[in-house]
Every structure is written in C-alpha cells, then in structure tokens.
C-alpha cells in the first residue's frame, strides 16, 4: 500500500479550541500523525512518499481540482487568513485565531463582509477550530497528497493507497471549515478518482462523527455515493447533519446513506452497520472507494461514544478489502493518542491479508 504522508502537518499546532462551552487545549495534535507514521514504518508498510516526491509539476491541475471542490472564494480566503490577522495587531502571532460570530438564521451569507472577524465567522461553523500560522500550508500540502494518493490508484501504480495527513479532512464543507477541519481530503480523492476514469466512486466515512463536509459536497451528485456510519447527531457532534433520513436532493437523491448509532455501541452493532454499508457501495455499482478513516470509534476515545477495541480494526480492514475496489484511505480522526497509531495500522493491515 502507497502510503502518502505529510511533511508539513506540524505547523498547524493549535493552542486551544471552544469544546462544550469551555476553552481547553486542542484534541487535534501533531503527535497523531506522528504515532501513525512510526507504526506503520515498524510494521513495514508502505512505499512511503510524500507530496513532493511524487510531484509531477502539477500545480495548475491540483488547484483545478481543489476550486472544483472548494468555493474559490473560501480558498483565498484561507490562503491569507493568518497574514490578516496579525495585519491586525501584531501581538495576535502568538494567538490562534478562532471565530465568534456566525450567519446563522435569518442572516445573509452572500456578501463576504470587510472585517476579518465576520469573514473568519463566514467560513466556519465552531469555534473549535483554531487557525493558526501553519493552518493553510499544512492543511494545502495534506490535500495535495490526497489527490496524488487517488491518481496514484487510478493509474494502477498502486492498488491502495493511505493519504496520511493533518489536519483531518471530512467535515469541511464548500466553503467552510471546522470540525478540526479545513480541506475535504476525502472529496478531493473522490473527485480525482472521478477524473481518472472511475464513472462511480464511493465514499464510506468510518470516523465517528459524521463526515457533514463530505455529504453536503456530493448532496446533489449521482457519481458519488456518500455513506456515514456515526454517533447520532441528536447527542453528538457534528448535531445539525447525518440523520438516516438525509438521502440526498436533486439528481443525487437516494445516493446519501447515514447509518446513526447511539452512544455506546459495540463492535458487533457497529460491525452490522459497516456489512449494510459495504452493501450500499455495492448495490451503487462503484468502480473506486475512498474511505475516511476516522478511529475515534475505540473505546478510549476521548471525545467520542463507541466501544471499538484495537483487535476489530483488522476486522475493519478486512470487510473494507471484500469490496475488491481500488482504493484511498483518508486520516480522519482519532485522539486517544497513545493508541492511534496501533489503530490505523491493524485497518490498513486487516485490508492487506
């Protein structure tokens, strides 16, 4: 397995982000990455790569395919962001900058406002999601590793590849980011995939948030099947999306599957709702799957309700490789730190028997 990681994931580094109504220090950490990346080299997975060493002088065909993803307006925005907050006052380059106020009901989005504090607010959904110096070119070169992964898989140098990158990816929308989120590195593999050939390509979304993002992308789309298994947005996170009702609109309705479970639920359980969704990815037809890999299903997640245990995760992989698909894993997410790395790897290895 191509395994694509990113060299420049440490300098998005958040001090502190808004979590249940409190300011604490930030679940989303470099040492993540770090703890995947050093066990899958004791394992010996890999060739490993990274963006620049697989980069082919293709810097106007990956910005295409990101603007074709992402609102070209929320890209520039993100792309100066941090120069215009220490524009500011330059005592904020040692702060995060995190939003406050948002358009929600009633407001108008349509205009992006002057003040930075408004824009910052226009282009996300929490304030859990701190921007920080490192925020764009770590979450831009993790996104460019994404696209290379999938056209690494679509050209067939590679059967699967893992697109190993920080910040996560799932949860960020056209033109918004939270969630730990800025660039939708699932959507961006997806849509390679699209342009290489695959006529259907599949998005299953393991992590145990619901990947609100990567559903509101392809809501209206027929050539992208999404589908979710996730705690139930009625008591957790991300709350205002991923019920088992939302089957898409337009030419993408019936092509957005959620499969909600409640706080607490087991491998077996969760095991049901993975068969159900590879049967989905099935019964579509799909020629290529991109999965977001989230492991904060394991029952010592610190932020999350399932009770996974690091052995299910080869079972995990091995369900994921019965669909015979070429295929690209996103790192999604996953904060019981000490076990990540062992996490990410028994998928993977599970996936290769």
């Known amino acids: 397995m191509l395994v694509v990681h990113n060299p420049e994931h440490a300098r998005h580094a958040g001090r502190h982000e808004m979590f249940r109504g409190r300011l604490v220090p930030c679940h989303e950490v470099p040492q993540r990455l770090d703890h995947v990346l050093a066990e899958l080299q004791r394992r010996g997975v890999g060739p490993l790569a990274s963006p ?8 106007a065909a990956f910005e295409a395919v990101l603007r074709r993803v992402h609102a070209p307006r929320y890209l520039d925005f993100l792309a100066h962001a941090w120069d215009e907050w220490v524009a500011l006052d330059p005592a904020n380059a040692e702060l995060d900058a995190l939003p406050s106020v948002w358009p929600v009901r009633g407001l108008r989005a349509d205009i992006e ?3 930075f504090a408004a824009r910052l607010g226009l282009y996300s959904f929490d304030a859990g999601t701190p921007l920080t110096a490192g925020s764009w070119i770590a979450a831009r070169t993790g996104a460019h590793g994404a696209v ?11 059967d699967a590849a893992f697109a190993l990158s920080r910040p996560p990816g799932h949860h960020a929308g056209v033109d918004c980011f939270g969630g730990y989120c800025f660039l939708n590195n699932a959507a961006l593999a997806a849509q390679t995939l699209r342009e290489h050939g695959a006529a259907r390509v599949a998005v299953l979304d393991v992590d145990y948030h619901h990947g609100n993002g990567t559903q509101g ?4 789309r027929a050539d992208v099947l999404t589908v979710s298994i996730h705690g139930d947005p009625r008591t957790e996170y991300p709350f205002y999306l991923g019920h088992a009702d939302e089957r898409g609109a337009g030419a993408g309705t019936g092509f957005n599957l959620n499969l909600p479970l409640p706080r607490g639920t087991g491998f077996d359980r969760w095991h049901a709702a993975l068969q159900q969704a590879i049967a989905a990815v099935r019964e579509f037809g799909a020629q290529a799957l991109v999965v977001s890999l989230g492991v904060d299903t394991f029952e010592g997640d ?12 080869l079972l995990v992989g091995a369900g994921l490789a019965a669909l015979g698909l070429p295929t690209v894993f996103t790192f999604e997410g996953g904060y019981a730190v000490a076990e990540v790395g062992i996490n990410v ?7 290769g028997r």
Do not use: Q
Request: negative net charge; proline residues 4%.
């Open 345 to 351: 790897a028994n998928v993977l290895e599970g996936f």
């Open 302 to 313: 610190p932020i999350s309700g399932f009770r996974l245990r690091s052995a299910d995760y």
């Open 113 to 115: 406002p002057v003040n």
């Open 52 to 59: 620049a060493e697989l980069h082919a002088g293709d810097d």
């Open 148 to 158: 290379l992964a999938a056209r690494a898989v679509a050209a067939g140098s590679a």
């Open 217 to 220: 992308i392809f809501y209206e």
